[in-house]
Structure formats: structure tokens, C-alpha cells
């Protein structure tokens, strides 16, 4: 701890002194100018570059088109603003000591052939120009989507919109995108923040955030960092995800749309859509703005999933072969909102606040019917009742100086998550009559229509027409077990940040100088119940008969396979309320799925940043050095279980770590010619683990046959830290467009993996007063589950990305438009323990791509969206190095026990629309056109362990927006 006091007392006295310099620097008679650049329709134009010369110096304009150049030497210069999009203009200008002048710009559409069409500048949407304008002149690699192309395609929530960007890859959940993967990197290596400010994971366990939480029509823009500056938090390893809210715009805001539709699975299910967002500047000179929003949506599809077990074959052949198949079908209730705001006040030219507001919270309401086909039939219901919520509120301000600037914000956000414990579920186990037939009967007999598709024998995947011998029959399933869950995981973050920024001169040369600190504090802890209720006696009989629903689904899965009745949780969970005397509490399943689950980790960040930034007339260079220093304090719980699995009690354990760890980068931008741009980018990352794997508990997985028996934390596990390489070659295009080509390569140290291992090797916790799980079984030590440190890995790739408008093109060519990007990615993990070979990194999908052509011009809109994700390792789950012999029989890598990878994912996605009168349009779309498959196989595609259809979704949309209307 010493040390970390050492570091923190440093940066500390660096900041003191930056800020002291800063003083001095502000009381010098420099000269500055300030302004806005619009466009002839008075709509304000971001990301515009403002170029002064003699000397260089550069600003861009934001959100509200305003930039600012201050540090200047009184004298007579030449103002150069070039957008995309638009004609260069260049005017003079004379500039007085201890003066600021006023500069506002209007630039005029380009020629003929680089004109574009120019909307929505004058609300708080950004459109395709400001966006490109923003990557063309931002000091890191970004991609950014505005919200004119978040809306021009259906999307299920924001994260389907971000998985269209270059290099992008989504991990799915019940057929929507979850969990964002950028450049082939395990999710929890991306950072996701709402305008700049990191927000917690609703699912409190996890560091990545669940984008499903999050509507899509919330946001101005998506912009993903590629590559961090000394001023960004560091955990963005793969890239870092920005969510930028809505400000007011120079003009009244009014949209607001809703949207009627169904997918065709399940005798049809309705989804729907409804929003709204109204925002205006009003007091004395405008100088106040509010705009606000909310967007609620349904969604009431469904999913057809196979999860077969795929085991090595006993002839000893490399053809498919399964123990058992399980047969799911999920019925979705979800309901989903979200509202932002806001509130932003400009005291003067130099000086504004702004007060931004977040709250989205997903209701996501399942019922899942599972019959298991094989040997061992049984029938499970499991009902989903999940509320993922996230929230934000920051206050930030920004103040320009003679000759520098501060900004500031301070924010408080929440995340939650109900019912953590994780899903109620009711368990029926056949009859003796049904369980001796399907043993004796049920056999599996190979892939006969596809090999994605196994099948058993009639008598056990069909209706059987001897009532006894039923797989499907209710009457032959009876209740083992009900269990239920309660309780709640929560995060709550404060965070507060300051930087300042100065202008000087290095001879001829402008420069900026940037210093300042961040400070967050975390504090996640879960308190679920999960109690597990067993029937009283063998005297005790409850068939499924008296719940059933009534639901059936004759179209299970085109067909190829049977679903049987199916119960209704809301008749089971009655029955149990009204009959206790029935059932007797577990109490040794409960506690351990109770106490073994809660936690308190507490987290504190302190991060302290340098920053310089030197302008040549073609060539910009930035140097950046930051410090995160972190400490992490966690509690957890251990429960002792005899060997019949009655509950002997609970230990608490804790634990503590801290780190600093230094983050230099540098970024070169070289302007080869006014239209041509090479970047190139070093910089260190830091992401840290899970919160719970920080947790020191034990969890018991089940019997002594069990592998691995035993899943434990990891309170010494290490953040995984990471050097990255860029290369990018930015064109812009006439017109307006932009081509780009890079590469990056990133060394990663400690990964964080997913491995079993003896408990002899994995310590302390292991060593738990009371219970000896070192013991040998069969001259066979237990297993245990742990995520741990790898040593190393590397990820490197390609990326290709085109956007055009072609207005250059004659007729009523002029609307086409197009939007693509391809990459490519290979990755290598090493210094896994209880494995020789290097697989590629968790979520690394080689190749992925989107093309997007479209069609706008006058009243008409057509967008079609294809988007690919090639398959990658989603776990690994093939060790041939253990201490267990037992393992040396799971074959090979590739084999049916191999790592488990996800499918490749192909997904067309259409939109078509026509604007009816001023602002009103009406719209059509199409998601997932080609039924797309998501599911999970084992080493080689053949060895599938999960495939599931969701059906396309077809819906009508009325849309107002008063910044469309012409």
C-alpha cells in the first residue's frame, strides 16, 4: 500500500504544478479566436477543421459547431475551415493582443459532383457528413454512426447498430446482440461509456455491459475508439464504445414514431415500438437548451433450439455421434424503455454546463419448456424473469480561458439486476415405466436430413402410441423439484474528472498541452435467495397434468422435431404457495445457491494524465502518459456441505489487491495531401477481471463424479494489460466519402482464461477449514473451475471500410449510397495451464464484414444491411495436460469434446420509406430476412451442442421528425 500512496502523492503534486503553470500561462497577453461554422441552411457543421496559419494551429468544431484557438501571438493570419462535404473556405483575419475575435463561417455544399444531401443539422440527430467529419479529424482512430444510420436500418436494441461498424462482432442472446466485440477481443476487454463516462454492467458479476438494456433510438451517435488517448479510461484493450446522448439544436426538435409488427413463429408473435423526442434552446439569447426522450418497446418472438450432446463415437470414426438432445422452446415477454435528457446552459461565449440524464431498463420476461431426448427423458420449465437497468447522471462544464480551457464533469451511475440468483426452474423426472422403455429403446441413429439436425429413434422423438411409453405423454413426468429466486445484484459508481488544456508555441510551430485526473469509486455486491423445494415423500405424486397450458407449437422447428404439452409456471407456482405441507425446503442447495452467489467487492480507480499535442502544416504528433492506480477489496461467502448434501455452514472470506500500472501512447497523423491521411498509434491498455472473480468463494457443483466438482475465485487474478499497434490509411472522397485501410496488432499479457484444474495447484482456497477437497477418488484428484491468467496472447488483423454518397452519378443515380467494411483477425493464446496448443483468443471471429447499399432522394429511402460474423471460440473446454488421466480419453482439439466455438452468423436486414407529407413518413422493414441460425458446436462445425431459429420479424412505422420535413 505504500507504494500506491507514493504514486498517488506524485500525481498529485504533478497535477498541483500543471495547474499552477496554467495560472501563469492565462495571465500572458496572448490573442485567440473563437466561433461557429454553419453550413447555408444555418445547420451547424461538427467536426469541421479550423486551420490558422502562420503557425498551424488546429481546432474542430463540436457538437454545436463552435471551436476555439486560443494562445495565439497578436498578428494577421489565414483561417482555412475544410469539412466533408463542403467547399474549403479561407479567410483572413487580425488578431489583437489580450483580444478574442469573433469568427463565424458559413460554408457552401461542394461543386456539382461533390454536393450531398445536407439534413437533420439543424435538431440534435447527427447525420453520415458530421460523422465522417468526425473520424477524418479526431487525434485517435474512430468510427462513428450517426443516428441518421442507426434509424435507417430495424435493430432489435443499440447493440445491433454498433455490430455494423467496421471490425465490430456481437456475442448474441435469445436472437439480439448482447455483448460488443471489437477487433476479435473478448467482450469484457471493451469499454462502454455514456458520454464519456464508464457505466457499470447490469449484470453486476460481469465488467461488460449488456447492451440489450439500452433502446436504440436514445442516442445522437455511436462512435467506437479504436485507439485510446492518454485522456480516455484504459480499459478499452479491443476498443472503447461511446453512447452520446441528445443535446438541443439551434432549431425546435419534435420526432416521434411508432411501430407495429410480428414474427411468424409460435401461431405468431407481435412486437412493437413507440418513442418520442422533443427538444428546444429558449431564455435570454438562447442560452438555455433541453431536449428529452423515451422509447419503449415489446417484443413478444420466440425461439425454436436444439442443444444435443455430442460424445466421441464408440466405433472410433470422426461421424457425429450424441448421448442426448435437448429440445427447448422459449417464449419471449420482453419489455424494454429507456428516457435521456438533456439540460445544457451557455453563461457566455466561453463558458457552458450541461446536465445529462440516463435511465434504461429491460424487462425480460421468458418461459422456457426443455424435454430431454435419450436415455434419460425428463421435462423442465424454467421461467425467466430477468430486469437489467442502467443509469446515469453527470454534470459537466467546460471553461475557455485567455489561453486555456478546463472542463469537468462529476457523475453518479447505477446498474441493476433483479432476481440474480438465476432462473426459477421446476424439474420432472419420468416414471419408472417411461425411464426403463426410453433406456432399453431410445437409442441415437445418426444425422439422416442434415447433419445439424440428429435424430433418435421414433419411440422416443415422437408421440408413442403406448400411453405408458410416452416421451410426451404429461402423465408420465413427475415433480422432483421447484426452485424459485429473489434478491437483487447492484452497482453504484461515482466518478469525478478535470482537465486543462493549454495552448503555446514550439518556434513556428502551435501545441496544446492537456494534464488532469480521474477518481471512481465502485461498490457492487449481490444478496439473491434462491430456495430449493423438494417433494415431501415417495407418497407424494404430482404429475404435470394439472398444469399444463394449453400452449402448442405445431411448427417446432420446421418440423423436424416434435414439442409436447408444455406447463404453465403461473398455475405450478400457485400450487406450491397453497400446498407447503407438500414440499420440504433444500436446505443445503439453498444455501449454497444462496450465500455461495452474494458478495461486496468495493473498487477504487485514481488515474492522473499528460498530454501533448505538436502541429506541423502536414503532420501532428501526440504524446500522452497516464497513471491508474487501483485498489479492490472483496468478500465473499463459503459453504460447507456434508457429504448427503446437508448444509454444515458458512465462512466469510475476503480479500485485497492493488496495482499501479504506467500507460504511455503516442498518435501521428500525417496529412500526405489535403484529401490523404496516414495515422499511427501506440499505446498501452489495462482491463480489469470480473468483479466476481475477485470474490473468494467455493462453489460445489454436485457429486463426487462430478467434473470439474468445484468452481472457485480468483482474488489474486491479475488485470490483463496489453501494448496496441496501429497503422491506418485514411482518403477522403469527392464526394463526399471516405475510403479506409489499417492494421493492428496487440500483445496481450495475462488473459484471463477459463480452465479445470486439481485443486492441489489452484491454493489457498482450496484449503478451506473443514472440508478436504484434496482428496483422491480413485487415484483421480477433483477438479475445479477457475478463470485464471494465461500468460500471453496476440491478436492482429486487417480493416477495409468505404461510405459515399454518389450524387456524382447522372439522373436519379445521384441517391445511391454505400456503406461497407471488411476485417480480418487471427489471434493466439499461450501459457494456458493444462494445455500444449495456443488457440485463438475468446470471441476472435477471423473474418466479418457488412455491406450496407442505399438509396435516398426526395421523398423515397431503401436500405438493405448484410452482416457476417465468422464463428470463433466462445470457451475452452479441451485440456490434455491434466492431472486427471481420465482426460487423455476426450480426443482431439477438433474432436467432439473440443473447445466450444459459435456459429458463423449471416443476417440481411431491409428498410424502405416514403415521406408522405412534410415530416411524415412511412416505413417497412424486414430483421434477420434469412432466419439466421445462432447456436454453439464443439471443435469442428459437425459437433453441434446448440442450434436455434428466431423467424424474421416484419413491421409498419410512422415517423415524424421536423428536421426530415423537406
Request: aromatic share 12%.
Amino acid at each position: 500500500m505504500k507504494h500506491l500512496l507514493r504514486w498517488r502523492n506524485l500525481a498529485a503534486a504533478v497535477i498541483l504544478i500543471l495547474f499552477a503553470q496554467a495560472a501563469l500561462y492565462s495571465q500572458s497577453q496572448k490573442a485567440s479566436i473563437d466561433g461557429t461554422v454553419t453550413d447555408a441552411s444555418k445547420a451547424v457543421v461538427q467536426g469541421a477543421r479550423v486551420v490558422l496559419t502562420p503557425g498551424n494551429a488546429v481546432a474542430t468544431t463540436d457538437s454545436s459547431g463552435q471551436f476555439t484557438v486560443e494562445g495565439l501571438a497578436p498578428g494577421a493570419y489565414a483561417v482555412t475551415i475544410t469539412a466533408a462535404g463542403y467547399a474549403p473556405l479561407t479567410e483572413s483575419v487580425s488578431l489583437a493582443a489580450g483580444q478574442t475575435e469573433p469568427f463565424n463561417a458559413i460554408l457552401q455544399v461542394g461543386t456539382a459532383s461533390e454536393q450531398v444531401v445536407v439534413s437533420g443539422g439543424t435538431g440534435p440527430i447527427q447525420t453520415m457528413t458530421q460523422a465522417v467529419n468526425e473520424e477524418i479529424t479526431a487525434a485517435n482512430i474512430v468510427n462513428v454512426m450517426p443516428y441518421t444510420q442507426i434509424i435507417s436500418l430495424p435493430n432489435s436494441n443499440i447493440s445491433d447498430a454498433v455490430g455494423r461498424l467496421p471490425d465490430v462482432t456481437l456475442q448474441r442472446n435469445e436472437g439480439q446482440g448482447e455483448y460488443v466485440q471489437v477487433r476479435g477481443l473478448d467482450p469484457r476487454l471493451t469499454n462502454v461509456t455514456v458520454d464519456g463516462v464508464t457505466v457499470p454492467a447490469p449484470e453486476v458479476v460481469v465488467e461488460q455491459v449488456d447492451l440489450t438494456t439500452i433502446p436504440d433510438n436514445m442516442v445522437a451517435s455511436i462512435v467506437v475508439n479504436k485507439t485510446l488517448s492518454a485522456d480516455q479510461d484504459a480499459g478499452g484493450i479491443g476498443g472503447s464504445v461511446n453512447l452520446v446522448t441528445k443535446s438541443a439544436g439551434a432549431q425546435p426538435y419534435f420526432s416521434a414514431e411508432t411501430t407495429m409488427g410480428y414474427t411468424p413463429i409460435m401461431n405468431t408473435r407481435y412486437v412493437g415500438k413507440a418513442s418520442v423526442t422533443a427538444g428546444t434552446r429558449f431564455g435570454a439569447n438562447k442560452r438555455w437548451g433541453l431536449i428529452g426522450g423515451f422509447e419503449e418497446d415489446y417484443n413478444g418472438a420466440g425461439i425454436d433450439n436444439i442443444q444435443p450432446s455430442p460424445d466421441i463415437n464408440p466405433d472410433g470414426s470422426t461421424t457425429p455421434y450424441y448421448d442426448s438432445d435437448t429440445e427447448r422452446m422459449y417464449r419471449f415477454k420482453e419489455y424494454r424503455w429507456g428516457y435521456t435528457s438533456t439540460l445544457d446552459f451557455k453563461k457566455s461565449e466561453t463558458t457552458n454546463f450541461a446536465l445529462r440524464f440516463l435511465l434504461s431498463d429491460f424487462d425480460d420476461w421468458l418461459d422456457k419448456w426443455y424435454y430431454e431426448i435419450g436415455p434419460k427423458a425428463k421435462f423442465y420449465e424454467s421461467n425467466q424473469d430477468r430486469t437489467p437497468e442502467i443509469g446515469s447522471l453527470i454534470l459537466d462544464g467546460n471553461h475557455i480561458l485567455k489561453n486555456s480551457w478546463v472542463q469537468w464533469s462529476s457523475a453518479v451511475s447505477r446498474s441493476r439486476f433483479l432476481n440474480a440468483g438465476g432462473d426459477p426452474v421446476a424439474e420432472w423426472s419420468p416414471t419408472s415405466t417411461l425411464k426403463s422403455y426410453d433406456k432399453s429403446n431410445c437409442s441415437y441413429i445418426g444425422t439422416p436430413t442434415s447433419i445439424y439436425r440428429p435424430e433418435w429413434s421414433p419411440g422416443c422423438e415422437s408421440p408413442n402410441a403406448n400411453p405408458a411409453d410416452n416421451s410426451f405423454n404429461p402423465d408420465n413426468y413427475v415433480l422432483d423439484s421447484f426452485r424459485t429466486t429473489s434478491g437483487s445484484a447492484v452497482e453504484l459508481d461515482l466518478q469525478e474528472m478535470a482537465g486543462v488544456g493549454m495552448n503555446y508555441h514550439l518556434g513556428s510551430r502551435s501545441a496544446t498541452l492537456q494534464f488532469g485526473g480521474e477518481f471512481r469509486s465502485e461498490h457492487a455486491f449481490e444478496e439473491a435467495y434462491t430456495p430449493q423445494y423438494d417433494l415431501s415423500g415417495a407418497a407424494t405424486t404430482v404429475t404435470m397434468v394439472p398444469f399444463l397450458s394449453g400452449f402448442q407449437n405445431n411448427h417446432y422447428y420446421d418440423g423436424t422435431y416434435y414439442m409436447g404439452p408444455v406447463t404453465d409456471w403461473n398455475k405450478l407456482n400457485n400450487y406450491v404457495l397453497a400446498n407447503p405441507g407438500e414440499f420440504t425446503l433444500d436446505e443445503g442447495a439453498t444455501q449454497e445457491a444462496s450465500q455461495s452467489a452474494d458478495f461486496d467487492l468495493v473498487q477504487h480507480l485514481s488515474a492522473g494524465y499528460v498530454m501533448n499535442t505538436i502541429n506541423w502544416p502536414r503532420f501532428s504528433l501526440q504524446t500522452g502518459f497516464r497513471v491508474e492506480a487501483v485498489e479492490v477489496r472483496a468478500l465473499g461467502y463459503y459453504v460447507s456441505t456434508a457429504a448427503n448434501g446437508a448444509w454444515l455452514g458458512t465462512t466469510p472470506e475476503t480479500s485485497s489487491e492493488s496495482y499501479v500500472v504506467p500507460l504511455p501512447s503516442v498518435q501521428v497523423r500525417w496529412m500526405v495531401t489535403p484529401m490523404t491521411a496516414i495515422r499511427a498509434n501506440y499505446s498501452r491498455g489495462l482491463a480489469p477481471p470480473n468483479p466476481y472473480d475477485l470474490v473468494p468463494y467455493v462453489l460445489d457443483n454436485g457429486d463426487a463424479g462430478e467434473t470439474p466438482r468445484y468452481s472457485i475465485g480468483t482474488p489474486n487474478e491479475q488485470p490483463t494489460r496489453s501494448n496496441n499497434y496501429d497503422l491506418l490509411l485514411q482518403q477522403e472522397l469527392r464526394p463526399f466519402g471516405i475510403i479506409q485501410a489499417g492494421y493492428f496488432y496487440k500483445q496481450l499479457y495475462d488473459p484471463i482464461v477459463l480452465i479445470y484444474t486439481s485443486c492441489e495447484i489452484t491454493g489457498s482456497l482450496c484449503d478451506i477449514p473443514g472440508q478436504n477437497i484434496n482428496s483422491y477418488d480413485n487415484n483421480a484428484p477433483y477438479l475445479a473451475q477457475q478463470d485464471i491468467n494465461a500468460h500471453n496472447a496476440q491478436v492482429w488483423g486487417l480493416e477495409f471500410a468505404w461510405r459515399q454518397n454518389m450524387s456524382y452519378l447522372p439522373g436519379a443515380l445521384r441517391g445511391m449510397q454505400m456503406m461497407a467494411n471488411y476485417s480480418y483477425a487471427d489471434s493466439h493464446t499461450n501459457g494456458i495451464p493444462g494445455s500444449t496448443y495456443s488457440p485463438p483468443l475468446i470471441g476472435t471471429a477471423r473474418n466479418a464484414f457488412n455491406f450496407e447499399p442505399g438509396y435516398e432522394l426526395g421523398r423515397y429511402a431503401v436500405h438493405m444491411g448484410m452482416t457476417f460474423n465468422g464463428d470463433y471460440d466462445y470457451a475452452y473446454q479441451w485440456f490434455n495436460n491434466q492431472a486427471d488421466p481420465a482426460n487423455d480419453t476426450q480426443g482431439p482439439a477438433n474432436g467432439p469434446l473440443g473447445d466450444n466455438y459459435a456459429y458463423s452468423h449471416l443476417q440481411v436486414d431491409a428498410q424502405a420509406g416514403v415521406r408522405v407529407w412534410r415530416g411524415l413518413h412511412v416505413i417497412v422493414d424486414g430483421l434477420n430476412l434469412t432466419n439466421e441460425v445462432f447456436g454453439y458446436y464443439n471443435g469442428q462445425p459437425q459437433y453441434v451442442t446448440q442450434r436455434e431459429y428466431y423467424k424474421p420479424t416484419y413491421s409498419a412505422t410512422l415517423r415524424w421528425d421536423s428536421s426530415r420535413e423537406h
